[in-house]
C-alpha cells in the first residue's frame, strides 16, 4: 500500500515519521479550538451558582486547558515540541433556544481555546488539545451532578500563519 502523497507523517516506504520542519521558516502561528459540552440543566445550574462540590468548575478546567495545550506533544506522538507563548480558555453559553426541547435551551458550555507561538509548525493540536481537556474537566468535575453530559463538535475553528496559509471555519452557525 502506497502513501497518501498528501500524508506528511508516512515516508516513501510508507512508514510513519516525524515531519523534518528544519527547513521552515519561523512565523507567528495561532489557532482557535472548540468544543461544546451539553448537560443537564441541574449540572448548568450548578456552574452558574459556583457551588459544586469539587469547586470552581471553570476556572479548574481553564488550568487544565493550559495544561493540556503544554502537554501535547507528550500526548500526540508526532506533534512537534513547540514554544507556547499564550494560552487563553474561554467559556460561553450557546444558545439553543431553537431546539424542539425546551429543556436543553442554554444548557450547553462552549469552551474555546487559544493558543500562539512563534514557530517552525502550527499550533492547532495544542489548541485542540486544550479544548478537549478543558471540556473533560468540566465533565469530570460535574459528574455527580449528570452523568449524562457529552461533549462533541471538539473542532478547530480558525488558524493563522505559516505556509498553508489561513483557516476559518464558516459553519452559518448562528452560536
Not at 519561523?26 to 445550574?45: G, K, L, Q
Request: net charge negative.
Amino acid at each position: 500500500m502506497k502513501p497518501d502523497p498528501r500524508s506528511t507523517h508516512f515516508n516513501a516506504a510508507g512508514e510513519v515519521h516525524m515531519v523534518d520542519v528544519t527547513g521552515k521558516d519561523i512565523t507567528v502561528r495561532e489557532a482557535v479550538a472548540s468544543a461544546r459540552i451539553h448537560m443537564s440543566a441541574d449540572a448548568a445550574e450548578a456552574i452558574r451558582r459556583g457551588d459544586t462540590k469539587k469547586g470552581d468548575v471553570l476556572a479548574v478546567a481553564r488550568l487544565a486547558g493550559i495544561a493540556g495545550a503544554k502537554w501535547t506533544s507528550h500526548l500526540i506522538p508526532l506533534c512537534h515540541a513547540i514554544p507556547i507563548e499564550a494560552v487563553s480558555i474561554d467559556f460561553d453559553w450557546v444558545d439553543e433556544s431553537d431546539s424542539d426541547d425546551d429543556a436543553v435551551a442554554n444548557q450547553t458550555l462552549r469552551c474555546t481555546a487559544t493558543a500562539r507561538t512563534t514557530a517552525k509548525t502550527g499550533i492547532e493540536m495544542e489548541s485542540l488539545t486544550a479544548a478537549s481537556t478543558a471540556a473533560l474537566t468540566v465533565y469530570d468535575m460535574l459528574k455527580s451532578v449528570d452523568r449524562a453530559m457529552v461533549i462533541d463538535q471538539v473542532r478547530l475553528e480558525s488558524k493563522s500563519g505559516g505556509k498553508s496559509g489561513d483557516f476559518r471555519r464558516d459553519t452559518g452557525d448562528k452560536a
